[in-house]
């Protein structure tokens, strides 16, 4: 349930209550109740929404959209200034860097692996071919087509424990609170009885509506982002937290990926911000007399 | 003899009588500090309001409106544990009461939503 539709019902059960009680004595009124961040972030003044390691289709980039996504979040919504800078391919740096450690990269696909420096910087401009500078353009070149499901995105933990790695990249934007993670956003594809509501009209023309099972055939995506907050001081993860969201439509209805991925993130959006500011959750109480 | 009883039965009426006149205008007192908090928070000045309704409980500590406004007020602060603790002695005094019961379970629930995220 969303705070709006839980605040709705809220609301009506109220007024039931009211309606119920029947007494004279108490004023509705509205309140705010503040609910304090899952993290403390007093000693941070600038976020950096770095990258993240994304996978499961190729419909969407899932890193590019959902940096692109959360920095225009914060933005308005956190009291830390957001660092602009360019989208780290993260699939590929984790590559390097455990090439770097055992000689061999992550994936199957390291053919499609570049020689980039470990930290791109907001300064990168006037690259002769665009595309080469940013592998982030093509999924495939950056080792995220290879990731299908949560045991490939696995492979690339390794990089969020990279003290050093975050550190270094910390020094670079004056040790900001960093943000990466992993977002697996997959195609799902099911089928068995649903409920649906079905009009009937009797035979004097009334009509109604009543609750019918029906085999339905449904597609649609599961969206599973993994939140890293790292202290761009120390290199050290602060804070991590997953989750899961999905969506089914039915076989027919056609709506494009992107969109269903920011039906999906929008429900995560909000936890997403109260890990970092205060936030306040609107109801109804009944003061009485 | 006769003047000695009667003078004794008075003294002990009137002293029978005199808590539950205190306790007649306790409430009354405590009443308008509830009603004057009522007026300012709905013009927005909570602070004010939970000033008045913690003093309407010092005045009168069996009211259970009063304590259903103070842990709204407190509720509105962000205070939870001395929201829950006035709405649970609101429900002690008056355990019957639909709103009071009501407003608890909508704290409950942001409550609780708290706590997990926490991990209390």
Redesign the interface.
């Known amino acids: 349930m969303t705070a709006r539709s839980a605040a709705a019902a809220s609301s009506l059960v109220l007024a039931g209550t009211l309606a119920l009680a029947g007494c004279t004595g108490f004023y509705e009124i509205p309140i705010e109740t503040p609910i304090q961040p899952k993290m403390d972030v007093t000693g941070f003044q600038r976020v950096l929404v770095a990258g993240f390691i994304g996978g499961g289709t190729e419909d969407v980039d899932a890193n590019l959209e959902t940096v692109r996504l959360l920095r225009s979040q914060l933005r308005t919504k956190s009291p830390l200034r957001v660092i602009e800078a360019e989208v780290l391919p993260l699939a590929e740096i984790a590559n390097t860097e455990a090439s770097r450690d055992n000689g061999t990269g992550i994936t199957t696909s390291s053919a499609g692996v570049m020689p980039v420096g470990p930290i791109p910087t907001a300064n990168v401009v006037n690259t002769p071919d665009p595309k080469a500078a940013d592998p982030k353009a093509d999924p495939k070149k950056n080792g995220e087509s290879s990731i299908r499901n949560e045991k490939d995105l696995a492979r690339f933990d390794k990089i969020f424990a990279d003290v050093a790695y975050w550190k270094k990249l910390g020094e670079e934007y004056q040790s900001p609170l960093i943000v990466t993670g992993t977002v697996l956003f997959t195609p799902n594809q099911t089928s068995g009885f649903v409920m649906t509501n079905r009009e009937v009209f009797d035979s004097l023309g009334r009509r109604s509506v009543v609750p019918v099972r029906t085999y339905m055939e449904r597609k649609g995506f599961i969206l599973q982002p993994r939140f890293v907050f790292i202290d761009g001081r120390t290199g050290a993860i602060l804070y991590s937290e997953t989750f899961h969201e999905e969506i089914l439509y039915p076989q027919n209805q056609s709506v494009p990926a992107l969109s269903t991925y920011f039906e999906l993130m929008d429900r995560v959006i909000p936890s997403f911000l109260s890990t970092l500011s205060a936030q306040k959750i609107r109801g109804t109480r009944v003061l009485l007399k | 003899m006769r003047r000695l009883i009667f003078a004794s039965v008075v003294v002990l009426i009137v002293s029978a009588a005199a808590p539950a006149v205190a306790r007649a205008d306790d409430r009354d007192k405590s ?1 308008e500090q ?2 004057f ?2 007026r300012v ?2 013009n927005g000045l909570w602070n004010e309001a939970l000033y008045r309704w913690k003093k309407a409980v010092e005045l009168d500590p069996t009211y ?2 009063a304590w ?2 103070l842990a ?1 007020a407190y ?4 205070k939870f544990e001395d929201a829950k603790k006035a709405y649970e002695k609101a429900l002690e005094l008056d355990p019957k ?4 019961r ?2 608890y379970d ?2 409950k ?2 409550n609780d939503r ?1 706590k997990r ?2 991990g209390k």
């Open positions: 009443k509830v009603e908090g009522i928070a709905q259970a409106a259903n406004n709204i509720e509105h602060e962000g009461n639909l709103m009071i009501q407003n909508l704290f629930e942001i708290t995220r926490s």
